[in-house]
């Protein structure tokens, strides 16, 4: 029993560090730090020289000299433990390699990526991307299905690595941002690649609301950054229908999260972890348009860019509109619209939680089926 829970705690102590904390071995057996790779996009893979996978090797070469200018790493760890298919030295390996595909990424010291000696590395990659499931519309996904349940009905309920040539895609700053079996098509991998390389749109993928953060107050060099972000919005003739409130005042957020606290304990009651009323934000930034309307498509492109300046520094941001609610009806709350001094004619539309994240919510799914392209005929 304590070695168990010995062992359920290294593991839980390696999947709370971050990849950059983490070191392997290199194909001489010296040890490499990843913290090498930070600003890197890092794609992870177990391979094998003897698997009906291997020709993979051909689309990963291909992948990483297309890429590699622009910033992609391919980090190659040869695995034994699938089939026996990885066999000899780490040396002999890497001559058949370079010798079949010639290729120019990095190969590291063979590893183990399940099981009692499995490498800290894929740990955390499996603590962080779990096994999704193959897909059984594809003849080779469905094979790979049956042959596993096979040896274990359950198989698809564990984070395991199932076989040779799984993939994980790493962003610049850390994060294991998506886990591909190894019937995934590499042209899916590339447009993730794609994605990730470039720093705008890997900030746009990467982005989720965020409802836990830690307490620890923005800086305000962060904050006007984040904020000469959003008032370079675009805006209708220039008109810049908005009036920008950025809270660092630590005793409004209190104050006014005592009298909801007052109104609704039962809510309150609720979430043990309740420390105020905007998602227990230390900061947050307060959004005000025209009273009569008008400024509410030029605020939302003004609080677009505020949200992805955020994530792309590593904070966090949720938009909120209960508080809103409670602050614009109860007169107790008065004095908070009051402290913000709202020009003649605004209203409070939105306000935006930011912080330090202390989460990693997943992201939800989107249906792209709502979108049509109209082509020529």
């Known amino acids: 029993m304590t070695i168990c829970l010995l062992a359920i705690a290294g593991m839980l102590s390696i999947s709370a560090q971050g990849i950059y904390d983490i070191k392997v071995k290199n194909d001489v057996g010296q040890d490499v730090s990843l913290a090498d790779y930070k600003g890197k996009v890092l794609l992870i893979v177990n391979t094998a020289t003897r698997c009906g996978f291997t020709p993979q090797y051909k689309e990963l070469e291909a992948l990483y000299g297309k890429y590699r200018s622009e910033g992609l790493e391919i980090l190659d760890f040869p695995c034994n433990q699938f089939g026996e298919q990885a066999p000899g030295t780490i040396q002999e390996i890497h001559q058949f390699c370079t010798a079949n595909f010639d290729i120019q990424f990095q190969q590291f010291d063979k590893i183990d990526v399940n099981g009692a000696n499995e490498s800290p590395l894929y740990t955390f990659l ?46 610049r700053d850390g994060r294991v941002v998506k886990r591909y079996e190894p019937t995934e098509s590499i042209s899916n991998i590339e447009d993730d690649i794609r994605m990730e390389l470039n720093p705008v749109i890997s900030a746009i993928m990467a982005r989720r609301s965020v409802r836990k953060y830690l307490d620890t107050p923005v800086e305000h060099e962060k904050l006007e950054t984040i904020v000469r972000c959003g008032i370079n919005a675009p805006s209708g003739m220039n008109a810049q229908p908005w009036a920008v409130r950025v809270i660092e005042n630590q005793k409004l957020i209190a104050d006014v999260t005592e009298v909801f606290k007052a109104k609704n304990p039962n809510m309150v009651n609720r979430d043990p972890n309740f420390k105020n009323m905007f998602r227990n934000a230390p900061n947050i930034i307060c959004i005000c348009t025209p009273a009569k309307g008008g400024g509410e498509l030029d605020a939302g492109l003004l609080g677009e860019n505020m949200i992805l300046a955020a994530q792309s520094m590593g904070l966090g941001t949720c938009c909120l509109g209960g508080p809103v609610r409670f602050i614009n009806t109860e007169p107790e709350a008065k004095f908070f619209l009051d402290s913000l001094e709202i020009p003649e004619g605004y209203q409070l539309n939105y306000i935006i939680a930011i912080g330090y994240p202390d989460e990693q919510p997943e992201a939800k799914p989107r249906d792209a089926s709502k979108v049509k392209y109209i082509v020529h005929d």
């Open 126 to 171: 499996k603590a962080r991307k779990g096994f999704a499931g193959f897909d059984l519309n594809n003849q080779t996904g469905k094979f790979m299905d049956d042959m596993l349940r096979k040896k274990d009905v359950s198989y698809d309920k564990k984070p395991d690595i199932k076989w040779n040539f799984t993939k994980f895609l790493v962003s």
